[in-house]
């Protein structure tokens, strides 16, 4: 069972002093996320003071820059979404992803990151999730998060790629969007049943939800400071 969690529980596993907890974000326009589900993610990228950053879905850009200004300058994060030509072979299981892939295309030269000082951390790559050669990540990133299609396919294909490539000696997390919207129910039930085998939380008033892996002990409980 996937357990709820007010956002703040995840906010005060970053330790004080304050300033520890400052963030930078874009502020959210239409298109954009929102707020809170960004700052969500920020503080779990924090909590397992992710160096590697793996993103599923591009989109246009603005979560990527949001996760690249958070992160120390030697952090890398990685952010993948189809090019026209992947696109194309596959867009007819895509109908219901169709408009923000095109919204992606659309913006393929003003992705919020291009020209940002943060671009030099991010790379990104382009193609299908589910043909994507992961080797590469295997046991090296400290976060995944989730956010590509949402077909059952690729998000079966992306949640496996997310385990397998998440570091095994140190916390890791993955995180994924979407829990609980009414426009994709498969992904809901997709995540409540994975919750059988793993501990997972969704944290109230967004849709994201998320795993802990060597979670930081007694994390959840914040019982422990973590970041000095
Ligand atoms: C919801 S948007 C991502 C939003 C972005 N992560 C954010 O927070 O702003 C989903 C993105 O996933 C991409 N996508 C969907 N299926 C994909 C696949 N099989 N391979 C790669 N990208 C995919 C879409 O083109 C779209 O840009």
Known sequence: MIKGLRPHKVFTMITTPLHRRIVKVVLPELHTPK??????LIALAKIVKARTFFEFGTYIGVQTLNIAMNLPPSAKIYTLD????SYKKVRHQ???DSVVSLRHF???????FL?????K??????G???EFDFSEFEGKIDMAYVDGGHDLRTLKSDTQNAFRIMASDHPACIAWHDYKNPDHPQLTQFLDELSVE???????ETMICFYLKNEPKNTLNMKIRIEK
């Open 35 to 40: 707020i809170l589900e960004t700052a969500v």
């Open 82 to 85: 189809f090019d026209e030509e």
């Open 94 to 96: 895509h109908e219901k």
């Open 106 to 112: 659309e913006y393929e030269d003003k992705l919020a």
């Open 115 to 119: 020209k940002s000082p943060y671009c």
């Open 121 to 126: 951390k991010i790379t990104r790559f382009y």
């Open 128 to 130: 299908d999730s589910n």
């Open 198 to 204: 793993y501990s997972m939380y969704h944290l109230e």
